[in-house]
């Protein structure tokens, strides 16, 4: 399987992809059939153990997407695990320092390149040729998510084997005792993107709002996840309630 987000993002072009929350292998391939480039199974927070991580990456791969996954922690056996259920891109949450960075870097690639294990599980499904390609079709993408990481995001995306660096504004926020949008995060958002730019790496970020997103991919954002199917649930219901009760 060609990683067809790394083609995109090599390119210079915006990769939009979404996040899956529900723990549902139906709703991840209703969003694949919605035209999503890629799809992240959150499994640091959303009710996902591995066997239905592989059954999402399943239904995620049947509509031709590309299945992502947000790790629950750094640990080497964990992230190998994720990979051999069939992970294409790995976003690692909580990532400050370069040191972490590295270190997952090479949890994630098969030696030379790094120190993943070789094992087997729902990989096969690709083929001999598998540990052969993926070194190269993986993208490794730490998630910053606090000040520390802010000011340590240049060193970060310089990181051998990190591919794309992600930004978690919530949880910035909340690191910077603000609210999103107040002017602090806004500067901190602003330096993360820059730091990408200097070491030519992609930048990308959640974001929901189509003006705003428009905006953030003028500013040079280029790996943006736009939907959920938990919000695409809850704002739907809301919709058709308000809709019905308006006037009743």
């Given at each position: 399987?060609?990683?067809?987000v790394?083609?995109?993002?090599?390119?210079?072009?915006?990769?939009?992809?979404?996040?899956?929350?529900?723990?549902?292998p139906?709703?991840?391939?209703?969003?694949?059939?919605?035209?999503?480039?890629?799809?992240?199974?959150?499994?640091?927070?959303?009710?996902?153990d591995?066997?239905?991580?592989?059954?999402?990456?399943r239904?995620?791969?049947?509509?031709?997407?590309?299945?992502?996954?947000r790790?629950?922690?750094?640990?080497?056996?964990?992230?190998?695990?994720?990979?051999?259920?069939?992970?294409f891109?790995?976003?690692?949450?909580?990532?400050?320092?370069?040191?972490?960075?590295?270190?997952?870097?090479?949890?994630?690639?098969?030696?030379?390149?790094?120190?993943r294990?070789?094992?087997?599980?729902?990989?096969?499904?690709?083929?001999?040729?598998y540990?052969?390609?993926?070194?190269?079709?993986?993208?490794?993408?730490?998630?910053?998510?606090?000040?520390?990481?802010?000011?340590n995001?240049?060193?970060?995306?310089?990181?051998?084997?990190?591919?794309?660096?992600?930004?978690?504004p919530?949880?910035?926020?909340?690191?910077?005792?603000?609210?999103?949008?107040?002017?602090?995060?806004?500067?901190?958002?602003?330096?993360?993107?820059?730091?990408c730019?200097?070491?030519?790496?992609?930048?990308?970020?959640?974001?929901?709002?189509?003006?705003?997103?428009?905006?953030?991919?003028?500013?040079?954002?280029?790996l943006?996840?736009?939907?959920?199917?938990?919000?695409?649930?809850?704002?739907?219901?809301?919709?058709?309630?308000?809709?019905?009760?308006?006037?009743?």
């Amino acid at each position: 399987m060609k990683n067809r987000v790394r083609e995109t993002l090599s390119q210079g072009k915006v990769s939009f992809g979404g996040w899956l929350n529900l723990g549902s292998p139906l709703a991840a391939e209703m969003m694949a059939s919605a035209g999503f480039e890629w799809l992240a199974v959150d499994a640091e927070h959303a009710p996902f153990d591995i066997s239905l991580i592989a059954e999402t990456f399943r239904a995620i791969d049947a509509r031709g997407v590309v299945p992502f996954v947000r790790a629950w922690d750094h640990d080497p056996v964990s992230l190998a695990r994720l990979l051999d259920a069939g992970a294409f891109g790995v976003i690692i949450p909580h990532v400050s320092t370069p040191q972490q960075a590295g270190a997952l870097a090479r949890a994630m690639r098969y030696p030379p390149r790094g120190a993943r294990s070789v094992g087997t599980g729902r990989i096969a499904v690709y083929g001999p040729d598998y540990r052969k390609t993926i070194n190269d079709e993986l993208l490794v993408i730490p998630q910053i998510e606090d000040m520390e990481g802010i000011d340590n995001a240049e060193a970060i995306l310089a990181v051998e084997g990190v591919d794309v660096g992600f930004l978690g504004p919530a949880d910035l926020a909340m690191s910077m005792g603000v609210e999103m949008g107040h002017p602090d995060h806004e500067k901190a958002i602003q330096k993360f993107l820059a730091a990408c730019k200097k070491v030519g790496k992609p930048g990308g970020l959640p974001i929901r709002v189509a003006p705003a997103i428009k905006k953030r991919v003028a500013e040079g954002f280029r790996l943006i996840d736009i939907a959920s199917d938990l919000r695409l649930v809850e704002a739907g219901a809301q919709e058709i309630l308000k809709a019905v009760r308006t006037g009743a």
